[in-house]
């Protein structure tokens, strides 16, 4: 995913203000119809933008629609998904990085 981040405070949610895994969240929630946590694989400060961050999810039911497709028509137009990967259940966004970049 990638995000511009001059509307948000920083990737992590945060009581009472605005942070891209509260949209995300909220999105996939509405979406998936199930409580959604994403784990993204760091934190970026206060309007500081990404080009590649990754996250993950679990999910306990299937879909049977175009996810990336749908996902990326409800988020706001700073906020991109690129690709959707399954991954096995022991990954990690977080713990299993291997490199950051500033």
């Known amino acids: 995913m990638g995000f511009d981040g001059h509307r948000y ?11 891209v895994q509260q949209v995300m969240e909220t999105v996939l929630s ?17 309007q500081v933008h990404a080009s590649q961050f990754f996250f993950h999810l679990d999910i306990k039911n299937t879909w049977d629609y175009d996810l990336l497709f749908r996902l990326n028509k409800m988020l706001p137009d700073d906020i991109a998904i690129y690709e959707i ?6 990954q990690h966004a977080r713990f299993d990085a291997i490199q950051k970049k500033i």
Request: with cysteine; glycine share 8%.
């Open 30 to 46: 509405e979406m998936l119809k199930e409580p959604v946590t994403v784990m993204g694989c760091g934190r970026t400060d206060a």
């Open 85 to 90: 990967i399954p991954v096995e259940e022991n």
């Open 9 to 19: 405070r920083g990737w992590q949610r945060q009581a009472q203000v605005n942070s």
